[in-house]
Every structure is written in C-alpha cells, then in structure tokens.
Nanobody
C-alpha cells in the first residue's frame, strides 16, 4: 500500500520557520522524483519545489527561491521542505508528490502519488 504522510505543518508567525516532512512507503522511493506543492484557499495547486530521485538537482518556484530548501534522505524514505522567512501568503495546504516517468520506445510510462496534505498557516 502506497503512502505519503506529511507532517510538520502548523501555525507560525511571519518571519518564522517550519520544516515539513513527507514519509514514503509502499514504493521504491529512491526511484522517484519528489516535489512539494501547495494550494491556498480559492487558488490552484502550485509547485513549490522539486528534487530528483538522487537528490542531485533541485528546482524552486521563483517566490520560494532563497527561502525554502527541499532535501531528501533515501535511506529514510523521506523528503523535507525547510521553510524560512515565512510570509502570510505562504499560508496553504502543502502536499507531497512522488513521480516516476520512463519512456520506452517513445511511450511514456508514469506513476504518481500524492499525500493528504498538511496545513501551514502564517499569521500573527
């Protein structure tokens, strides 16, 4: 049974920090690229940050660059999101995503999983 379980969300004051964790099970974690997405009320889900299966490359949405850091520990089947200098506009439900894509003879084969989300609220 595949599971992605996020934790670490909560209420934090502007300028504060949080570290989100996403514990994976039921699939070969080290083969999957991992990402964090977020969705604020009334808005579409957006990419926050992504990391390749080996952890060798990361990418961030422009508004998170310099404030957020994504990392992973393949020995622990866990991906992290360190969030610093939080702003009220960072308030959202944060979701963990696992994605695997293999193209064989031009045909893509995909596998994707989502966590249930964890609420982050930035407010004074």
């Amino acid at each position: 049974q595949v599971q992605l379980v996020e934790s670490g969300g909560g209420l934090v004051q502007p300028g504060g920090s949080l570290r989100l964790s996403c514990a994976a099970s039921g699939f070969t974690f080290s083969s999957y690229a991992m990402s964090w997405y977020r969705q604020a009320p009334g808005k579409e889900r957006e990419l926050v940050a992504g990391i390749t299966s080996t952890g060798g490359s990361t990418n961030y949405a422009d508004s998170m660059k310099g404030r957020f850091t994504i990392s992973r520990d393949n020995a622990k089947n866990t991906v992290y999101l360190q969030m610093n200098s939080l702003k009220p506009e960072d308030t959202a439900v944060y979701y963990c995503n696992a994605r695997w894509i293999l193209v064989v003879a031009g045909i893509p084969h995909r596998s994707e999983y989502w966590g249930q989300g964890t609420q982050v609220t930035v407010s004074s």
